[in-house]
């Protein structure tokens, strides 16, 4: 398995609170990926990383941000959390050759 | 903007069976593809890939077939077996470094 590890595994937290979800690789890839997967929707991007300090938005960006400070580390932050992210949210990463993308095991998130 | 769609929402197939599993992308650009297989509670997992340069890659018991023509790709894997059951989904590659995923067909293999 790639070494992709994400934390917390599960979270319940209360609408308007800051949440905080992170990301870790031991593979030294440069390309980092926050999605989230919801029932009925295909896996949708958050945000990704290119490399260290260097992020984009994806199509479902409002809400969120990331941050990027060390090659092995992505973070997820919601801001002021809202029923509307409750969501399972997987990390990715992938190399800039070959493109296999690999996935860590999800954060289950309840928002309340 | 782009997509990436399943054919059947459900498959269901007799264990020793083969299984083959559809999926239609819109970008005619798209360069690469993956096939990913989901169980429950778990992360994505990877399972084959295939160039936009290839029509056919085969791995162990898989093997993707990809249609440029009409912008399809298929999975197709020899002798279900019930470690086989799980959600399969495509993704492709879009413009820079995006992937597009479609919603997955879950495979149910009936001992």
């Known amino acids: 398995d790639a070494g992709i590890t994400q934390s917390p595994r599960h979270k319940v937290t209360e609408t308007g609170t800051p949440v905080t979800l992170r990301c870790h690789q031991t593979e030294n890839h440069r390309y980092m990926y926050w999605y989230r997967q919801d029932p009925g929707h295909g896996l949708r991007l958050i945000h990704y990383?290119?490399?260290?300090?260097?992020?984009d938005k994806g199509e479902v960006s409002d809400g969120y941000s990331v941050s990027r400070s060390k090659t092995e580390d992505f973070l997820l932050t919601l801001e002021s959390a809202t029923s509307s992210q409750t969501s399972v949210y997987f990390c990715a990463i992938r190399d800039a050759d070959p493109n296999e993308q690999f996935f860590g095991p999800g954060t289950r998130l309840t928002v309340l | 903007g782009e997509s990436v769609g399943l054919h059947l929402p459900t498959l269901s197939v007799q264990e020793g069976d083969n299984s083959i599993i559809n999926c239609a992308y819109s970008n005619s650009a798209s360069d690469y593809f993956i096939w990913y297989k989901q169980e429950s509670g778990k992360g994505p997992q990877f399972i084959i890939d295939i160039r936009s340069n290839m029509d056919k890659r085969q791995g162990q018991r898989v093997t993707v077939l990809l249609n440029k023509t009409v912008k399809h790709l298929s999975l197709q894997i020899a002798a279900t077996q019930p470690g086989d059951s799980a959600v399969y989904f495509c993704a492709s590659k879009g413009a820079g470094n995006q992937f597009y995923f479609g919603t997955g067909t879950s495979l149910t293999v009936i001992p």
């Open positions: 990383s290119y490399g260290v300090k260097d992020t």
